[in-house]
Nanobody
Framework: QVHVTESGGGSVQTGGSLRLSCTIS????????MGWFRQSAGQEREAVAT???????KYADSVKGRFTISQDNAKTTLYLQMNSLIPEDTGVYYC??????????????????????WGQGTQVTVSS
Protein backbone atom coordinates (compact mmCIF):
# COMPACT_ATOMS: atom_id res chain seq x y z
CA GLN A 1 0.00 0.00 0.00
CA VAL A 2 1.20 3.50 -0.87
CA HIS A 3 0.37 6.76 0.86
CA VAL A 4 0.60 10.13 -0.88
CA THR A 5 0.20 13.57 0.71
CA GLU A 6 0.67 16.92 -1.05
CA SER A 7 1.35 20.33 0.41
CA GLY A 8 2.45 23.76 -0.73
CA GLY A 9 -0.33 25.15 -2.88
CA GLY A 10 -1.50 28.73 -2.67
CA SER A 11 -2.22 31.93 -4.53
CA VAL A 12 0.33 34.01 -6.38
CA GLN A 13 0.39 36.69 -9.04
CA THR A 14 1.61 36.17 -12.57
CA GLY A 15 5.36 35.69 -12.59
CA GLY A 16 5.46 34.32 -9.06
CA SER A 17 6.77 31.01 -7.79
CA LEU A 18 5.50 28.15 -5.67
CA ARG A 19 6.97 24.87 -4.57
CA LEU A 20 4.80 21.83 -4.06
CA SER A 21 5.88 18.92 -1.89
CA CYS A 22 4.61 15.39 -1.72
CA THR A 23 5.49 12.69 0.75
CA ILE A 24 5.20 9.18 -0.62
CA SER A 25 5.56 6.02 1.41
CA UNK A 26 4.89 2.35 0.91
CA UNK A 27 5.86 -0.50 -1.36
CA UNK A 28 8.60 0.65 -3.76
CA UNK A 29 7.10 -1.34 -6.63
CA UNK A 30 3.90 0.68 -6.50
CA UNK A 31 5.76 4.00 -6.47
CA UNK A 32 8.40 3.31 -9.12
CA UNK A 33 6.95 6.16 -11.16
CA MET A 34 5.82 9.39 -9.56
CA GLY A 35 4.48 12.59 -10.88
CA TRP A 36 2.49 15.77 -10.68
CA PHE A 37 -0.79 16.21 -12.48
CA ARG A 38 -3.20 19.11 -12.58
CA GLN A 39 -6.85 19.62 -13.32
CA SER A 40 -8.37 22.95 -14.21
CA ALA A 41 -12.08 23.67 -14.06
CA GLY A 42 -13.87 21.81 -16.83
CA GLN A 43 -10.67 20.22 -18.08
CA GLU A 44 -9.30 16.71 -17.99
CA ARG A 45 -6.53 15.89 -15.57
CA GLU A 46 -3.20 16.31 -17.33
CA ALA A 47 0.36 15.26 -16.63
CA VAL A 48 2.59 18.15 -15.63
CA ALA A 49 5.82 16.32 -14.81
CA THR A 50 6.74 12.72 -14.10
CA UNK A 51 9.85 10.88 -12.97
CA UNK A 52 10.51 7.19 -13.39
CA UNK A 53 12.61 4.74 -11.38
CA UNK A 54 15.59 5.40 -13.67
CA UNK A 55 15.23 9.13 -12.89
CA UNK A 56 14.09 9.95 -16.41
CA UNK A 57 11.83 12.99 -16.40
CA LYS A 58 9.07 14.16 -18.71
CA TYR A 59 7.39 17.55 -18.74
CA ALA A 60 4.29 18.87 -20.39
CA ASP A 61 5.26 21.26 -23.19
CA SER A 62 3.39 24.06 -21.46
CA VAL A 63 5.65 23.97 -18.39
CA LYS A 64 9.05 23.19 -19.89
CA GLY A 65 11.64 25.70 -18.74
CA ARG A 66 9.41 26.94 -15.91
CA PHE A 67 8.74 23.90 -13.73
CA THR A 68 11.20 21.46 -12.24
CA ILE A 69 10.39 18.08 -10.71
CA SER A 70 12.80 16.62 -8.20
CA GLN A 71 12.95 14.12 -5.37
CA ASP A 72 15.04 13.51 -2.31
CA ASN A 73 17.69 10.78 -2.25
CA ALA A 74 15.39 8.36 -0.46
CA LYS A 75 12.69 8.97 -3.09
CA THR A 76 10.13 9.56 -0.38
CA THR A 77 9.54 13.24 -1.10
CA LEU A 78 8.66 14.61 -4.49
CA TYR A 79 8.85 18.31 -5.30
CA LEU A 80 7.57 20.55 -8.02
CA GLN A 81 9.24 23.94 -8.27
CA MET A 82 7.04 26.24 -10.30
CA ASN A 83 8.48 29.50 -11.58
CA SER A 84 7.15 32.19 -13.90
CA LEU A 85 3.61 31.15 -13.11
CA ILE A 86 0.81 32.26 -15.41
CA PRO A 87 -2.98 32.19 -14.96
CA GLU A 88 -3.20 29.10 -17.18
CA ASP A 89 -1.32 27.19 -14.48
CA THR A 90 -4.28 27.56 -12.14
CA GLY A 91 -5.81 24.30 -11.03
CA VAL A 92 -5.75 21.52 -8.50
CA TYR A 93 -2.38 19.81 -8.48
CA TYR A 94 -2.20 16.13 -7.63
CA CYS A 95 0.77 14.01 -6.68
CA UNK A 96 0.60 10.38 -7.69
CA UNK A 97 2.64 7.20 -7.65
CA UNK A 98 2.30 3.97 -9.61
CA UNK A 99 4.34 1.02 -10.92
CA UNK A 100 4.72 2.70 -14.32
CA UNK A 101 4.20 6.08 -15.95
CA UNK A 102 1.60 4.51 -18.24
CA UNK A 103 -0.40 3.55 -15.15
CA UNK A 104 -0.43 7.18 -14.05
CA UNK A 105 -1.56 8.37 -17.47
CA UNK A 106 -4.37 5.80 -17.62
CA UNK A 107 -5.56 6.82 -14.17
CA UNK A 108 -5.57 10.48 -15.20
CA UNK A 109 -7.55 9.79 -18.37
CA UNK A 110 -10.13 7.55 -16.71
CA UNK A 111 -10.46 9.70 -13.61
CA UNK A 112 -10.29 6.60 -11.47
CA UNK A 113 -7.28 5.27 -9.57
CA UNK A 114 -6.22 1.95 -11.02
CA UNK A 115 -2.71 0.86 -10.18
CA UNK A 116 -1.86 4.38 -9.04
CA UNK A 117 -2.22 6.09 -5.68
CA TRP A 118 -3.28 9.72 -5.71
CA GLY A 119 -3.15 12.49 -3.16
CA GLN A 120 -6.09 14.70 -2.30
CA GLY A 121 -4.78 17.57 -4.39
CA THR A 122 -3.67 21.09 -3.56
CA GLN A 123 -5.04 24.26 -5.12
CA VAL A 124 -2.78 26.59 -7.08
CA THR A 125 -4.25 29.92 -8.16
CA VAL A 126 -2.37 32.39 -10.35
CA SER A 127 -3.93 35.80 -10.77
CA SER A 128 -3.15 38.29 -13.50
Amino acid sequence: QVHVTESGGGSVQTGGSLRLSCTISGDTYFRASMGWFRQSAGQEREAVATVDSDDSVKYADSVKGRFTISQDNAKTTLYLQMNSLIPEDTGVYYCAAAPTRDSLIVDAKTGRPGFGTWGQGTQVTVSS
